[in-house]
């Protein structure tokens, strides 16, 4: 059954609570080897996600080869919260799209060694979630899922 608008926003609203929760999330990938999966910091700007990262990391090779990720976030007790997305990642390389970013993510870049939106060492990704699901004691309690149309 589709959410009304309403609800929609009431639903991002819980998954981007539980996101800054939870902080770190497991980001998955694949690899010629394999699934790969390693810890980022993404942050929410609506119903999108922004992380950053070098342009020589292994996950922008694994991107480029197949954009398809997931991502999980587990908060600790008390809450339980789980959320997981499931969808396409876009390496965004124009300066409008940088600067964005840059202004959206909510920590210090500069502690990872980029100066500035400009920095070429500053690649952000843009992930565009096909699939949410929020729920609480690892998806077996108050399961709410999401779907994007289309």
Request: aromatic residues 10%; charged residues 25%; proline residues 6%.
């Amino acid at each position: 059954m589709a959410m009304t608008r309403s609800e929609t926003e009431a639903f991002f609203e819980g998954v981007r609570a539980a996101s800054e929760k939870a902080i770190w999330c497991a980001l998955a990938t694949s690899s010629t080897k394999g699934a790969r999966v390693r810890m980022i910091h993404p942050t929410w700007e609506g119903r999108i996600l922004w992380f950053a990262t070098g342009p020589s990391s292994a996950k922008i090779a694994q991107i480029k080869r197949d954009p398809r990720v997931e991502l999980q976030y587990q908060v600790a007790p008390p809450d339980f919260i789980h959320v997981v997305v499931r969808g396409v990642a876009k390496l965004v390389i124009d300066e409008e799209g940088k600067h964005q970013a840059w202004t959206a993510i909510d920590y210090d870049l500069t502690q990872f060694g980029s100066t500035g939106p400009d920095d070429p060492n500053f690649l952000p990704v843009k992930i565009e979630p096909l699939y949410i699901e929020h729920s609480e004691m690892f998806g077996s309690m108050n399961k709410k899922i999401w779907r994007a149309k289309g």
